[in-house]
């Protein structure tokens, strides 16, 4: 079993930036391509940035690229999400998801259905 962690999210002016954390634990978390994900009220979950197990491959959905910036550590078992330049829109509940592997590869995971751990998600709130 994974057990993911979020942390970072709040309350936040427009322009500002926050940094998200999740914490993960586990042995095999070199292993697990990573994504955040977000979810407004009303709305479907949605992509926000994926990584590969090496960090070496990113996604990021258009609405944040140029922005945000997902990373990882997997000395720490954590992922990291970046947010700059806040815009209202991004308000959302963002969680983090972990996809399980046996072995180590450079692929990285848009559908949020392939994920099979979440986090309980960290509210990020962007006031105008």
């Known amino acids: 079993q994974v057990q993911l962690v979020e942390s970072g999210g709040g309350l936040v002016q427009a322009g500002g930036s926050l940094r998200l954390s999740c914490a993960a634990s586990?042995?095999?978390?070199?292993?697990?391509?990573m994504g955040w994900f977000r979810q407004a009220p009303g709305k479907e979950r949605e992509i926000v940035a994926v990584i590969s197990a090496t960090g070496a491959s990113t996604y990021y959905a258009d609405s944040v690229k140029g922005r945000f910036t997902i990373s990882r550590d997997n000395g720490k078992n954590t992922v990291n999400l970046q947010m700059n330049s806040l815009k209202p829109e991004d308000t959302a509940v963002y969680y983090c998801?972990?996809?399980?592997?046996?072995?180590?590869?450079?692929?990285?995971?848009?559908?949020?259905?392939?994920?099979?751990?979440w986090g309980q998600g960290t509210q990020v709130t962007v006031s105008s």
């Open positions: 998801a972990a996809r399980s592997a046996d072995y180590i590869s450079t692929l990285y995971y848009t559908n949020p259905s392939v994920y099979n751990y």
């Open positions: 586990g042995r095999t978390f070199s292993m697990y391509p």
